[in-house]
């Protein structure tokens, strides 16, 4: 599978012209399999949601995704700030180039940004299957969280799309390389650059490969593209020859 992540910057509150900016940049990155972008990628991350928010019914971000999903003939990946009967979610939507959508709510929410005051946690873990690899879908801080993504046989790679702040960048750094050690997986993390309000963001995006090693990095503090080709034939090897997952503890 070749994959596609951009490190991209955003716009704060301006999902039409973030949506513009980004359909440039997937112009520039044809033929891929999947397109990964990052958190609230239409608005830039929102604690109060209220005003940004896109109604899960009638979201254009959403639609803008799908349209772009048939284009590419590809799948396109994100996160938006979602209203749902009231309520507010961090909505990660994995689209299909059909139309279909598939999607995880944020389960860990940033309490220390405030996060968890507007928008209401997730409680169903997503596995999406697409063109031969299962994705586990996360949220930023869930990156902090190692039993919420622990692997149960049932995932090849996690995607971890974020805002995740410069002064915190060396936990990024290490906990991507620790979930793909211990879970025997691909690990893509894509971090936005630019600056919001409250917190710049330098980026540091990375694709890891199951033995912890980098298969691809952006450059920090500038937008980017990254790409690596997922090998299922090498991930079952590896994983038949060093049966780590067989040894796990059982969940709680």
Request: aromatic share 12%.
């Amino acid at each position: 599978m070749r994959l596609i992540a951009l490190q991209h910057d955003i716009l704060w509150a301006r999902p039409e012209e973030n949506r513009k900016r980004l359909e440039k940049q997937l112009a520039a990155h044809p033929n891929a399999d999947l397109y990964v972008l990052c958190e609230m990628w239409p608005t830039g991350f929102a604690t109060a949601p209220e005003k940004v928010a896109e109604e899960a019914t009638d979201s254009p971000s959403l639609r803008w995704m799908q349209q772009m999903a048939h284009q590419c003939n590809a799948a396109i990946t994100g996160s938006i700030a979602t209203r749902q009967n009231g309520r507010f979610y961090n909505r990660f939507y994995f689209v299909k180039p059909d139309g279909s959508v598939e999607y995880y709510d944020k389960r860990h929410l940033f309490t220390y940004g405030g996060e968890d005051l507007r928008f209401t946690r997730g409680e169903r873990r997503v596995v999406v299957e697409w063109r031969g690899v299962r994705f586990l879908l996360e949220v930023c801080y869930d990156l902090r969280f190692p039993v919420w993504s622990r692997n149960r046989k049932d995932y090849d790679a996690i995607l971890y799309v974020g805002n995740w702040p410069t002064p915190r960048i060396e936990a990024w750094n290490v906990l991507l390389r620790a979930r793909a050690i211990e879970n025997q997986c691909y690990v893509v993390g894509v971090n936005r650059v630019g600056s919001d309000p409250n917190c710049h963001y330098c980026g540091c995006s990375a694709i890891i490969d199951p033995y912890g090693r980098s298969l691809a990095a952006c450059e920090s503090d500038q937008e980017a593209s990254m790409e690596a080709n997922l090998d299922m034939e090498s991930l079952d090897a590896f994983r038949r020859k060093f049966p780590v997952l067989d040894d796990a503890d059982s969940p709680l």
